[in-house]
T-cell receptor, first 114, second 114 residues
Framework: QQQVKQSPQSLIVQKGGISIINCAYE??????FPWYQQFPGKGPALLIA?????SEKKEGRFTISFNKSAKQFSLHIMDSQPGDSATYFC?????????????FGRGTSLIVHP | DAGVIQSPRHEVTEMGQEVTLRCKPISGHDYLFWYRQTMMRGLELLIY????????DSGMPEDRFSAKMPNASFSTLKIQPSEPRDSAVYFC????????????FGDGTRLSIL
């Protein structure tokens, strides 16, 4: 059973366009939602994260939108650049002890054409 | 600062052999995570440690897999005997146990079992 559903599986956009990746979750125990970016041959790296008490968080060209009632959240990449080409993972995390334990989506492969 | 260091980066071995993957977490991090990444199943949490103690190993696929953390600066993931279906990229990650601290991933070990 896939606890975090991510779509689309792959995405191609033109330079300067907007990239949108969507995720949905079921377990209401999740209360921290990070996005990770992974380049080929590298491990995932934290990009941006949000808590469910806010509906939007923006960092530069990257924005997370969060809809708690619908249990959905999305990543928007404005003015997409070829250097943004990577695989993006959403995660839904729940607290365990002193840390948050993530459940990852399947990932979205983003290609930004110059 | 040195990140999470994994070794080897690539491992090719024959079915039935023992495989040992190694991880050095970031100094000062008290949580350590082992993940497996495949096209079919995405990024799966196998086991995590807090202060060198295994906390949750429910993601370990079967008894052929074992993980240890003898001290704060070293962990191993062992597969014995290995099978072709164990072929995947294995990631180690570490984090500080202070709420929503991000996980820092190593660059992974690409394991191929022939």
């Amino acid at each position: 059973q896939q606890q975090v559903k991510q779509s689309p599986q792959s995405l191609i956009v033109q330079k300067g366009g907007i990239s949108i990746i969507n995720c949905a979750y079921e377990n209401t125990a999740f209360d921290y939602f990070p996005w990770y970016q992974q380049f080929p041959g590298k491990g995932p790296a934290l990009l941006i994260a949000i808590r469910p008490d806010v509906s939007e968080k923006k960092e530069g060209r990257f924005t997370i939108s969060f809809n708690k009632s619908a249990k959905q959240f999305s990543l928007h990449i404005m003015d997409s650049q070829p250097g943004d080409s990577a695989t993006y993972f959403c995660a839904a995390s729940k607290r365990a002890g002193g840390s948050y334990i993530p459940t990852f989506g399947r990932g979205t492969s983003l290609i930004v054409h110059p | 600062d040195a990140g999470v260091i994994q070794s080897p980066r690539h491992e090719v071995t024959e079915m039935g052999q023992e495989v040992t993957l190694r991880c050095k977490p970031i100094s000062g991090h008290d949580y350590l995570f082992w993940y497996r990444q495949t096209m079919m199943r995405g990024l799966e949490l196998l086991i995590y440690f807090n202060n060198n103690v295994p906390i949750d190993d429910s993601g370990m696929p079967e008894d052929r897999f074992s993980a240890k953390m003898p001290n704060a600066s070293f962990s191993t993931l062992k597969i014995q005997p290995s099978e072709p279906r164990d072929s995947a990229v294995y990631f180690c990650a570490s984090s500080k146990g202070q709420g929503s601290q991000p996980q820092h991933f190593g660059d992974g070990t690409r394991l191929s079992i022939l």
